[in-house]
């Protein structure tokens, strides 16, 4: 046992920190109020040029190879100033990497560098329908193969980074008749591909500088090069890959839990209230003991599900608990922090509010909390009997 | 980063487990009912080492570390939390300062002893008016001769009852509150310790917790551990790494009735199916599960960080305060799991459900613990 990270691990994280603080945290609040995403945008080629869009992606493909703990700790860095730039990372991340384990050699060395260099401002993943959350292998949109095509036809919704992504990953229904999860594949779909539509985007409480679209097949006609990993293979892909995605998400909930405690702690030991400091009171104190508690705790989760995940060991169970985990030690970390800021906190002149609203969906998407449940319940009762 | 234990850890872990399936879990009920850990469970469990572990060989300990020591605890707890408790105690509490604090001459003379659970420890701190806050004992020392003489009353000393050896805190002046606080190692079969009682408790029945009433207690000056007025500052390291202790007690508990309520799950069939497939359980089974992992992260990361001689204070703190905490939500969960019969004692969650509560309470309340932590956090 050895919990310290490595020299490279800690440049990584402090390479983060640094941007973080110069670059995202300026403008996050203008970002979380305004429209204009361009400042975004600037950032994610910045951050691309750093090597932060393939940390866990080898380097023949334009990655940084850095290993699961490095992505994981560069997350919690970057979203303790900007849960929008962060959840695009992970998205991002998350991409290349499901590429590099499933695509072939030329889809690798065509689209991953892409993501990596910042040619592509973004990767979608695009699985969530309508009709088919929690449950993906419902799935309505279809590819039927026409000669030497697939046409793509169907909508999916809650698809981050849709407006500037330059490739989606597409899961599709390529045989109706299979069993539930059977029958599904996985396509490369370039933007501009006609027929992909990218629709209305999403109005939300919080990361409102991360566009959430729908997507819209259309008679969308992509080669039958387009299919990536093994026809009807697809579902266990979604499913694999979102596993490693886990770590990305818990990785963003916790920084964004650190940030508010962070700041919050820093008020409570100046502002006075009955003649003295408020931190001075044991209800404050109690609030700093129980978050900043639960945040490190839901590091050495997290620590732990990349460990085994870079060292090969299975590690679903543990991504699922440090997921659940740290999002929820972040939401109730968020509500702390902001409750220690009194009336302060519920304005915009400080950034408590929008933590608050950020965190929210973190326990919701990669898989709702109650998903990671079935999860992590469904490997502890397997490994009996 | 490495979060897998070593391979001598992991001989270590099998072979406590190894013992405790054979020698504790058979008896573990018969401890609850009986108010008594056998005498013979004592001596195998010192045999094996259990009593000594992180202390050095040259005084007859095993010579392990920390991290050993919290794998001990955990093991023992999983099936019986008294005994696990009585490890820590002796261990932690009165072993573990005489190590760090005293002379080669104390360590030559007392340590073996101890290591070989000839004497069983205990650390004589908490009195009727002085609790969490430790500084505000009266206990008085007076120094005649080449001799201290301490009167006053302890309460609450886990395995008090041995009358082996004890660390002992009292003040030369309590208006000077900690700083009139000095530490002495003294033979608890001296004239003037009195035992006033056995406290009759909700869990951790195996163990003694009894109640002393010192009267002119004579003290050999030699005895004197530490510096004078060194005594709070020596409980406050001693309790940091007690803490440990009883986290991977917390934890063992959490585990011991983690598994049955597992086990039971399975097996039991209502609504025509296995209770386990219904989500109400699964989701709770997650809950308790994520509770004990990160518990024992925590722990874990606490003895690595003392075998590393980093500062470990707040990391003992969270982990105490967090094992303990996921051990009363856990054991109460299991309880649920069982329904009716989780109630009754043959299942043995019931007792594991009163063996935990005292995690929460002893070694410093998860009051006390809240308080180092957001002290640490706010300095």
């Given at each position: ?25 300026p ?11 361009t ?27 850095a ?43 065509k ?24 449950d ?5 949109t ?27 990953v ?80 818990g ?5 964004v ?24 009171f ?56 902001l ?33 990671q449940?079935?999860i ?10 | ?9 992991k ?5 406590v ?7 504790i ?48 605890i ?36 007392w ?20 609790g ?104 406050m ?10 986290a991977s ?39 308790m ?56 004692c ?27 932590i ?6």
């Open positions: 046992m050895y919990l310290d990270l490595t020299e490279e691990q800690k440049l990584i994280q402090e390479t983060a920190r640094d941007f973080a603080k110069a670059e995202l945290e403008v996050a609040a203008g970002l979380d109020q305004g429209d204009d995403r400042p975004m945008l600037a950032n994610l080629k910045k951050l691309a040029d750093l090597g932060f869009m393939g940390l866990n992606v080898k380097e023949q493909y334009g990655g940084t190879e290993g699961v703990i490095a992505f994981s700790v560069a997350m919690t860095e970057i979203a303790r100033a900007c849960a929008s730039t962060a959840v695009t990372l992970s998205v991002n991340n998350m991409v290349c990497e499901v590429i590099q384990s499933v695509g072939n050699e030329e889809q690798k060395t689209y991953i560098s892409k993501i990596c260099s910042g040619e592509y401002a973004a990767g979608g993943f695009a699985l969530t329908e309508p009709g088919a959350g929690s993906p292998s419902s799935m309505a279809q590819a039927v193969k026409d000669g030497e095509e697939y046409v793509l036809n169907g909508s999916k919704i809650f698809i981050s980074s849709a407006p500037y992504a330059g490739v989606f597409v899961w599709a229904v390529t045989d109706r008749d299979a069993s539930k999860g059977k029958g599904i594949s996985c396509f490369l779909v370039e933007a501009g591909t006609p027929g992909l539509i990218v629709g209305k985007e999403e109005k939300k409480m919080g990361q409102h500088a991360s566009a959430t679209n729908e997507v819209i097949f259309d008679n969308c006609r992509i080669p039958t090069s387009a299919l990536m990993g093994k026809l009807n293979d697809g579902f266990r892909i979604a499913v694999g890959e979102l596993t490693g995605g886990r770590i990305g998400i990785s963003l909930g916790l920084g839990g650190l940030a508010a405690m962070d700041y919050a702690t820093r008020y409570a030991s100046e502002r006075s209230q009955f003649g003295q400091k408020i931190s001075n044991q209800a404050i104190k109690w609030m700093i003991a129980d978050g900043c508690t639960e945040l490190e705790a839901a590091r050495l989760l997290l620590m732990n599900a990349a460990y085994r995940k870079e060292s090969g060991k299975s590690f679903a169970k543990e991504a699922s608990m440090a997921k659940m985990f740290a999002t929820e030690a972040a939401n109730k970390a968020c509500y702390s922090a409750q220690m800021l009194g009336g302060y906190g519920y304005t915009k002149d400080f950034p408590l509010e929008r933590y608050a609203r950020d965190v929210r969906i973190t326990s919701i998407y990669e898989g709702t909390n109650e998903i449940r079935v992590i319940s469904r490997e502890i009762l397997r490994n009996i009997n | 980063m490495n979060f897998e234990l070593s391979q001598d850890h001989v270590l872990q099998e072979s487990r190894d013992f405790v399936n054979k020698e879990k058979p008896i573990a009920m018969k401890i609850d009912e009986e108010h008594m850990i056998p005498d013979a469970l004592v001596r195998k469990m010192a045999d094996m080492g259990f009593l000594g572990s992180y202390l050095p060989e040259e005084y007859g300990g095993a010579g392990l570390d920390m991290l050993s020591y919290a794998i001990v955990e093991e023992v707890s999983k099936a019986c939390g008294s005994s696990g408790v009585l490890i820590s105690a002796h261990t932690s509490l009165a072993s573990g300062p005489i190590d760090t604090f005293g002379t080669e001459e104390q360590k030559k003379k340590l073996p002893a101890l290591n070989t659970g000839e004497k069983i420890g205990c650390i004589l701190l908490t009195e009727p008016d002085a969490s806050d430790a500084g505000a004992i009266t206990t008085s020392y007076k120094k005649e001769g080449d001799e201290y003489i301490v009167n006053g009353s302890k309460i609450f000393i886990t395995n008090g009852g041995y009358l082996g050896t004890g660390v002992l805190f009292a003040t030369h002046d309590k208006s000077l509150k900690h700083k009139g606080v000095s530490a002495f190692i003294v033979d608890l079969q001296s004239p003037g310790v009195v035992i006033l009682k056995h406290e009759n408790k909700m869990g951790i029945r195996g163990t003694y917790t009894t109640a002393f009433a010192l009267d002119d207690v004579r003290i050999p000056a030699e005895n004197l551990l530490g510096q004078e007025g060194q005594g709070f500052k020596i409980a390291d001693t309790l940091n790494g007690g803490r440990i202790g009883i007690q917390a934890l063992g508990i959490a585990e011991g009735a983690f598994e049955r309520a597992l086990a039971y799950s399975k097996e039991r069939k209502q609504f025509g199916k296995a209770i386990s497939e219904l989500q109400a359980i699964q989701f709770k089974l997650a809950d599960y994520a509770k004990i992992e990160t518990s024992k992260l925590m722990t874990y990361k606490a003895a690595w960080m003392k075998d590393a001689h980093l500062n470990y204070t707040m990391e003992s703190a969270m982990c105490k305060m967090l094992a303990s905490e996921a051990a009363t939500f856990v054991t109460k969960e299991a309880i649920q799991i069982h329904g009716g019969y989780g109630f009754i043959d299942y043995e969650v019931e007792r594991m459900y009163r063996d935990a509560k005292i995690t929460e309470i002893y070694e410093g309340t998860n009051e006390v613990q809240r308080v180092v957001s002290k640490a956090l706010l300095s």
